[in-house]
């Protein structure tokens, strides 16, 4: 069977990510804000949503997007204010609200860090990570290791004014806070984490969890990509020797005090057992965590945005090692395929082609509602957005990830042509703006609703709206009703709780794991619950065999007519068709 572990809130729940840049524009000024979320909570109380994750809404020269931040007890000016967000708390409907917990580092605008970079002697100096410089036999002054920041170059930032570099495993203007010192911890679980707790925040999702822990030794990295002399480097700074002391502290002085949820983003853990490390109910350091093993298929070795094709087989194999770890055990798992820092599903699993589009995005809601865990969906998900056009030059491209990469491999292959449409290829199914495109409300108002103009024409919105927003739109599929991708994702979200001991917490079990074409799963409750799930992954009709379950009947299915079509089937073989999905039950 699944977890052995109690049923917790949280674990039944549909979560939905919002990214308030890009989610409601209620002012008219181009970019998302607090206030568009309010007008929005009826909608997503209408989805069928428990949990609504906020990403960062706190104080930000906005150098990442928010992930940047200069204080944590205020909210970015152009999205509202703490009051909008005690409105929100407010205003809820019965949903919970968790925010992001961004601790790893902070904004070099921060109180904390001006402090410590002002001088050597300077009480918080010890507050971020600072280290003298190395010097080459001719004298060149080096940084302390070859480590290669993720928004590429290096991970060392030199200060001229104390003769020392800091370290900043993201952009410069994002130094790592020193979790080794004992103060800043304390200064940390008052100021990101007590100030939103007491306000009735339901918990964090939590920004690179497993990075606290840098260790004390600071190594070069061994070199696998010799174009560059920053290497990655993950392998001394994630899952560091006090990464789950850290965890069980702020468990003890701070998360055990509230009926809090914590679900951690855990890069670079490929290790089922070391996951479970983190996840287990016993030892209380998260409640689960997001794996990236199924949002990673496709990227390069030696740097994300090298594309690479793979096989459903691939994909079919990273579902299965994610559902089944935590059988046995006291661990809980999260189910999602899309997330503010990805490519969109349809366009990256499927097929974003016109008449694909559709039957892609429902396929996909099928298979996410049927898996083991707890759900969550990517705002603009429900309705089936896709990625940029592939015609978009990098001057529509904001992300600062995406925006250096570009402009390192111009400079290393001297603005070859070649070498730059395979990076735009690889940035159009992988660049993390694909997920940051303003949602699509209405397709007949500007900019695709996502602006109120609130008696003034509004102003551009703050990034390009998908070219295709008349065709893909909240208002277009509401007029739909059950048919649309947003109809059926709500019916599915219903079906999943409907048959929660089997979806949420059975055990999973694949069949023809081989296969590159399709997609058969089982689940199994605890009360003698099954269910079957058949999936066609291709543009064309693929017969398959039902799981041996005895007593299956159909439950749900991803094409309108699929009740009426399984009417005449019988035995275990069914023709699936384009895209198409169908679930099963028995005993239920």
């Known amino acids: 069977m699944g977890s052995t572990t109690e049923r917790p809130w949280w674990k039944d729940a549909v979560c939905y990510q919002i990214y308030p840049a890009s989610f409601k524009d209620s002012n008219g000024d181009g970019l998302g804000d607090i206030p568009g979320i309010l007008s929005k909570i009826d909608y997503l109380k209408d989805l069928g949503i428990d949990v609504i994750w906020v990403s960062p809404m706190f104080d930000s020269p906005q150098v990442d997007m928010g992930y940047d931040i200069s204080d944590y007890e205020k909210v970015y000016p152009p999205y509202g204010s703490v009051e909008d967000m005690e409105d929100l708390i407010d205003a809820s409907r019965g949903m919970k609200l968790i925010l992001d917990l961004v601790i790893n580092h902070t904004s070099d605008q921060h109180a904390w860090f001006k402090e410590s970079r002002s001088s050597k002697d300077n009480p918080k100096r010890d507050w971020y990570i600072w280290k ?74 939590v920004d690179t969890v497993n990075m ?44 055990n005090h509230y009926d809090a949820v914590t679900v ?26 997001f794996q990236f093993d199924i949002v990673d298929l496709g990227q390069g070795k030696e740097h994300k945005y090298h594309f690479e094709e793979w096989k459903l087989s691939q994909f079919k194999g990273i579902v299965a090692k994610w559902q089944q770890f935590i059988e046995g055990t006291d661990g809980w798992t999260t189910v999602f395929c899309e997330n503010h820092d990805q490519g969109r599903s349809v366009s990256r699993y499927c097929s974003d082609a016109p008449d694909a589009r559709a039957p892609s995005a429902k396929l996909l809601a099928l298979m996410l509602c049927a898996l083991t865990g707890t759900l969550f ?52 199914v992988l660049g993390r703006d694909n997920a940051r495109l303003p949602m699509q409300w209405d397709g007949a108002a500007p900019h695709a609703g996502f602006t109120d103009p609130a008696g003034a024409a509004a102003a551009e919105p703050w990034m390009r709206v998908h070219d295709l927003y008349g065709e893909i739109n909240v208002a277009r599929q509401v007029a739909e009703g059950e048919g649309s991708v947003l109809g059926f994702w709500k019916r599915m979200i219903a079906f999943r709780k409907a048959h929660r001991d089997v979806l949420v917490h059975g055990a999973f079990e694949g069949f023809g794991m081989g296969e590159e074409t399709t997609f058969v799963f089982g689940k199994r409750g605890e009360g003698g619950e099954r269910a079957a799930v058949v999936l066609n992954f291709t543009g064309e009709e693929q017969e398959v065999e039902l799981p041996p379950y005895e007593g299956l009947v159909f439950g749900v299915g991803s094409y309108e007519d699929a009740a009426e079509v399984e009417k005449g089937a019988a035995g275990r073989t069914r023709r699936l068709r384009p895209w198409e999905g169908r679930l099963y039950l028995a005993g239920c």
């Open 132 to 205: 003298p410089p190395r010097y080459a036999k001719d004298g060149t002054r080096l940084p302390p290791t070859n480590w290669r920041s993720y928004f590429s170059g290096p991970t060392w930032e030199y200060d001229e004014h104390t003769g020392e570099y800091y370290l900043h495993l993201f952009a410069k203007e994002q130094p790592d806070l020193n979790w080794e010192n004992e103060e800043t911890r304390k200064a940390i679980y008052d100021s990101a984490m007590r100030f939103w707790l007491d306000k009735g925040v339901d918990g964090f999702r």
């Open 377 to 428: 969906i990517y705002q603009g998900q429900e309705i089936g957005m896709i990625n940029v056009p592939p015609d978009w030059p990098i001057s529509s491209y904001r992300d600062i990830e995406s925006v250096n990469f570009y402009r390192a491999m111009a400079a290393q292959s001297h603005d070859d042509p070649a070498e730059l449409a395979y990076v735009m290829r690889s940035l159009q």
């Open 212 to 255: 606290y822990s840098k260790g004390v030794e600071f190594k070069d990295a061994p070199v696998v990509d010799p174009r560059f002399y920053e290497q990655p480097a993950w392998l001394y700074y994630a899952n560091g020797p006090r990464m789950h002391e850290f965890l069980r502290e702020m468990n003890e002085q701070v998360l």
């Open 264 to 289: 951690g983003e855990l890069p670079h853990t490929p290790d089922p057992e070391k996951v479970l490390q983190y996840v287990g109910a016993s030892d209380k350091q998260l409640s689960m965590v």
